[in-house]
């Protein structure tokens, strides 16, 4: 997920990164639309990745986005936040890659979890509070903290406040969390996963991911006023839809949320995060009914098994008559 987000020194941009999958490159590319010089300034520009687990879907993206970084005076070392099997991963790769080499910095995202104890060691204390006053000059943002999350070791969610107060949160995967919950609280975004439909209630618990309905009863909790839900199921090869039944079991809230779903390339400004319409556009393109797409599929192969009969009867024609 890029976020572009203005900087407290001038009218221009700057990018922070949450999550960095293997092909990030690839589709910042599709969406800076093949323009070349357009992908380097997104590239550029991009001031921090912080990455949520250390799981190769998360994180793989970073070699090739590090590499195409300008390796320039002007451009400077890109802060990565992850998990402490990252930093050691990435340093042992830019120690035989040169074009990785010298590119970023690292900290660890315990460092912004107030409940670790390693957080309040006086160097780690140094480290988080420079960190800290650098977001707020580069990307505008007060505070950051990470939530340890139940999913593979070292997992976390990420709370975002910027200096407006307006509040942005990202899950990372994980099983639903009250204290992702309790620290989102009042959070104009949520960006939650939801790997998995409600009927698939226990997969979710096995593999330590979400349902939709526990995605949304997390953004409830939180009084979120937009949730964003992503990270389906790869048994999804559309767009994944919330049912009735999803949008039934959750208690109305005094403050209703908008609830969307991600799909890739979805671009939207936060003003432009009320479009109920938009994804009601999405959904009936992308979920078009199986068996109507498959009427269509078997109509096209018969019309062309015809085609191809009618192309042999006249070569057959033709020979017939140069006898």
């Known amino acids: ?10 009218d221009t ?3 922070m990164m949450l999550d960095c999958g293997e092909g990030t490159l690839g589709q910042m590319y599709r969406y800076a639309g093949g323009d070349a010089k ?3 300034e997104l590239v550029d520009r991009l001031k921090c990745v912080w990455i949520s687990h250390n799981h190769a879907d998360h994180h793989l993206g970073l070699l090739r986005l590090l590499s195409h970084r300008a390796n320039d005076a002007d451009t400077e070392p890109l802060l990565v936040i992850g998990p402490t099997a990252l930093r050691f991963w990435l340093d042992e790769y830019a120690a035989q890659d040169p074009t990785v080499r010298g590119k970023y910095s690292f900290v660890e995202n315990y460092c912004f979890d107030e409940n670790d104890s390693r957080s309040g060691e006086v160097e780690t204390h140094a480290e988080a509070a420079r960190v800290r006053a650098w977001l707020r000059e580069s990307l505008n943002i007060s505070e950051i903290e990470c939530v340890p ?4 070791h070292q997992s976390y969610a ?3 406040t910027f200096v407006d107060g307006a509040k942005l949160a990202f899950s990372g995967d994980c099983r639903p ?3 992702l919950a309790e620290k989102a609280k009042g959070a104009f975004l949520i960006v939650h996963e939801a790997t998995f439909e409600d009927d698939l209630t226990k997969e979710a618990k096995d593999k330590a991911h979400c349902t939709m309905a526990e995605a949304i009863e997390v953004g409830r909790q939180a009084k979120a006023r937009h949730l964003l839900l992503t990270h389906f199921s790869q048994r999804y090869p559309k767009m994944a839809v919330l049912s009735s039944s999803t949008e039934d079991a959750v208690a109305p809230d005094e403050t209703p949320m908008e609830i969307l779903t991600a799909i890739d390339m979805l671009s939207l400004r ?3 995060l009320r479009q109920p319409n938009l994804m009601e556009v999405c959904t009936q393109l992308m979920t078009q009914d199986d068996e109507e797409e498959g009427d269509v599929e078997a109509a096209a192969s018969h019309k062309a098994q015809q085609e191809r009969e009618e192309r042999k009867k006249q070569k057959s024609i033709e020979r017939g008559a140069q006898q």
Do not use: C, I, N
């Open 1 to 10: 997920m890029y976020l572009e987000l203005p900087t407290p020194s001038s």
């Open 13 to 15: 941009w700057a990018g």
């Open 38 to 40: 357009r992908l380097q």
């Open 149 to 152: 999350v139940k999913h593979a």
């Open 158 to 160: 990420a709370v975002v």
């Open 177 to 179: 969390s009250d204290k």
């Open 270 to 272: 936060f003003r432009e």
